[in-house]
């Protein structure tokens, strides 16, 4: 079992829809979560990151921890064609990068 | 600041032959990381650097695979020799300590024939 399962998608949305992204985890001792956006053929970006379970907001991104059921979930309301991308969520044990486990990454398309 | 910047962007070589990808961190960054990335896989770490030092080689596939951080601004990944198994998208990636934000290049593709 991978430590980080991502669907791979591809998703594809109307625009402004809610969007919701999910990863679930195996190991308990992950404690941050991170959400990074990849556009085509550039690197990621660190979109957001929290560390316990609850909801973050940013905008029209809120980040979603259930560390109880080890779901994570990124929501985007009123979706934007400028959303289109795939989206990587990453989980560390101890807020290093060097220990960062990332998912495989979901592929959105916001259809205008 | 220009952010991290990998050459070539793409690369296209035989099985067999050397292949060099290169990397320019942020000036100030004292961390470096090259992932490779597939469909299969995802993004994986393949070293990392602390002040030009590489410290956890472990995600180094095999010996073919080699990495130097000769100054604070270059890094190199060297295949040698390379396979077709080895197609994938490398990034460099820098930041100022090993908690602060990670600034990814725009990656390098690499095609073995």
Known sequence: QKEVEQDPGPLSVPEGAIVS?????????FQYFMWYR????KGPELL???????????????A?????????SLFIR????SDSATYLCAIDANFGNEKLTFGTGTRLTIIP | DAGVIQSPRHEVTEMGQEVTLRCKPISGHDYLFWYRQTMMRGL??????NNNVPIDDSGMPEDRFSAKMPN????????QPSEP???????CASSFGTDEKLFFGSGTQLSVL
């Open chain 1, 48 to 62: 957001m990151y929290t560390y316990s379970s609850g909801n973050k907001e940013d905008g029209r991104f809120t």
């Open chain 1, 64 to 72: 979603q921890v259930d560390k109880s059921s080890k779901y994570i």
């Open chain 1, 78 to 81: 009123d979706s934007q064609p």
């Open chain 1, 38 to 41: 990849q556009y085509s053929r």
């Open chain 2, 72 to 79: 604070a601004s270059f890094s190199t990944l060297k295949i």
């Open chain 1, 21 to 29: 992204l999910n990863c679930t985890y195996s190991n308990s001792a």
């Open chain 2, 44 to 49: 994986e770490l393949l070293i990392y650097f």
């Open chain 2, 85 to 91: 198994r080895d197609s994938a998208v490398y990034f």
